[in-house]
T-cell receptor
Framework: EPEVTQTPSHQVTQMGQEVILRCVPI?????FYWYRQILGQKVEFLVS????????KSEIFDDQFSVERPDGSNFTLKIRSTKLEDSAMYFC?????????????FGDGTRLSIL | DQQVKQNSPSLSVQEGRISILNCDYT??????FLWYKKYPAEGPTFLIS?????DKNEDGRFTVFLNKSAKHLSLHIVPSQPGDSAVYFC?????????????FGQGTTLQVKP
């Protein structure tokens, strides 16, 4: 079965540094998402991406965050200047988006640790 | 943000018995509800969904019930198996969102004892 793949599985970064989290969504999917889960808290929506542009973003997704689909397969989340509170699991998801309601499929996540 | 709530952090059941996981919501504009299962070190895996115009959806051992008047949904697993032990998340998709973003509950940890 097709999968969403995320790399790296664990990223350790110094506060203030830039970090890029990478995702390869399922190939025929049209909608792409990033979520995060801070330890002990809910999974929270960050941003959705469709037709090569951001279609919706949450209050969390401020100017420090950006997303990009640089080619036909990768979908990246960049945090420009990381803060301690950015430490979390970051999940990428994708959805087919055609033919009625389709659920989102998630990757296994990247654990981001900011020191 | 308490739009989707799972009030039971954990549930323990015996193998072969029924597991019932509950979820409450506050936003009557949600149009789809979903259940995901999550094992440690893995991402959420889609289990089953239900449209807000339905009251029941069944897929094998998994059945989701929706009570719109009570703003409540539940996931029934029958019979429960040890491999079902995981964290279960209820999620909802706002009808006002054209992107299908999901709003998650806190999760319920299910333990199925052999």
């Amino acid at each position: 079965e097709p999968e969403v793949t995320q790399t790296p599985s664990h990223q350790v970064t110094q506060m203030g540094q830039e970090v890029i989290l990478r995702c390869v969504p399922i190939s025929n999917h049209l909608y792409f998402y990033w979520y995060r889960q801070i330890l002990g808290q809910k999974v929270e929506f960050l941003v959705s991406f469709y037709n090569n542009e951001i279609s919706e973003k949450s209050e969390i997704f401020d100017d420090q965050f950006s997303v990009e689909r640089p080619d036909g397969s990768n979908f990246t989340l960049k945090i420009r200047s990381t803060k301690l509170e950015d430490s979390a699991m970051y999940f990428c998801a994708s959805r087919e988006g055609t033919g009625g309601y389709q659920p989102q499929h998630f990757g296994d996540g990247t654990r981001l640790s900011i020191l | 943000d308490q739009q989707v709530k799972q009030n039971s952090p954990s549930l323990s059941v015996q193998e072969g018995r029924i597991s019932i996981l509950n979820c409450d919501y506050t936003n009557s504009m949600f149009d789809y509800f979903l259940w995901y299962k999550k094992y440690p070190a893995e991402g959420p895996t889609f289990l089953i969904s239900i449209s807000s115009i339905k009251d029941k959806n069944e897929d094998g051992r998994f059945t989701v019930f929706l009570n719109k008047s009570a703003k409540h949904l539940s996931l029934h697993i029958v019979p429960s198996q040890p491999g079902d032990s995981a964290v279960y998340f209820c999620a909802a998709s706002p009808g006002s969102s054209n992107t299908g973003k999901l709003i998650f509950g806190q999760g319920t940890t299910l333990q199925v004892k052999p």
